[in-house]
C-alpha cells in the first residue's frame, strides 16, 4: 500500500535521477560505474528497464520479462514519462497496490549515487533527506539477510560523508576509494 510520503519519496528520486540522466552525454556513455561491471549506458539503461519492471509488478505480472533496455540517448526524457507512468499507477490503485514505493525510490536514490560519481559530480548535491529516507527504508526491509542479489554487503562510508554516500555504502557500494 501507498501512503503519500513514500509517492513523494519516489517521485523526488525519479526526478533526481532523471536530472542527472539528462547530462548523459555521448561521450559519458562508457564511463565505468560503481557497480561493478556496468558502464553508463547499462546503469542508465537498467534504470529505465527497472521503471518498466516496476509498473509491470503493480499491474500484477511477473517481473523480469522484458528484453534489456538499449537506449543511447534520452535517458533522462525517458526516464520522466516512465516514472510519471509508475507514480500514476501508484495512485491510481491506491490500497489495492501491492509493494512499497519507498523500496523504489531507495534504488533510485542509491542509482542516482551511482550515476553521479560516474559523471563526476558532487553527490553532496543530492537530495540529503530523500538519502536518510532510503537508507531507513533499506535497513527495515532488507537488512543484512535479505539482501538477496539486490545489493552487496552493508559498508561504512568514511566519516564526514554526505547522506547518499552512506545510502551508497549501506547498499554494498565501495565508496572509500572514491572520496
Do not use: K
Amino acid at each position: 500500500m501507498a501512503d503519500a510520503q513514500g509517492l513523494l519519496a519516489l517521485q523526488r528520486s525519479l526526478e533526481q535521477a532523471a536530472n542527472l540522466l539528462a547530462e548523459v552525454g555521448a561521450d559519458d556513455l562508457d564511463r565505468p560505474t560503481p557497480c561493478a561491471g556496468w558502464d553508463v549506458r547499462t546503469l542508465a539503461n537498467h534504470m529505465l528497464g527497472s521503471v518498466r519492471t516496476f509498473v509491470t509488478m503493480l499491474q500484477g505480472g511477473p517481473p523480469g520479462w522484458h528484453a534489456p533496455e538499449d537506449f543511447s540517448t534520452g535517458f533522462g526524457e525517458e526516464l520522466r514519462v516512465r516514472g510519471n507512468v509508475l507514480v500514476n499507477l501508484w495512485r491510481e490503485l491506491g490500497d489495492q497496490a501491492m509493494g512499497n514505493p519507498d523500496i523504489q525510490a531507495a534504488e533510485f536514490a542509491v542509482h542516482a549515487w551511482d550515476l553521479a560519481v560516474a559523471l563526476g559530480r558532487d553527490t553532496a548535491a543530492l537530495d540529503e533527506p530523500l538519502a536518510q529516507r532510503a537508507l531507513v527504508t533499506l535497513d527495515a526491509n532488507l537488512g543484512v539477510e535479505r539482501r538477496g542479489n539486490a545489493f552487496g554487503p552493508a559498508r561504512t562510508a568514511p566519516a564526514g560523508s554526505d547522506a547518499s554516500t552512506h545510502l551508497a555504502a549501506y547498499a554494498g557500494r565501495t565508496v572509500a576509494a572514491l572520496d
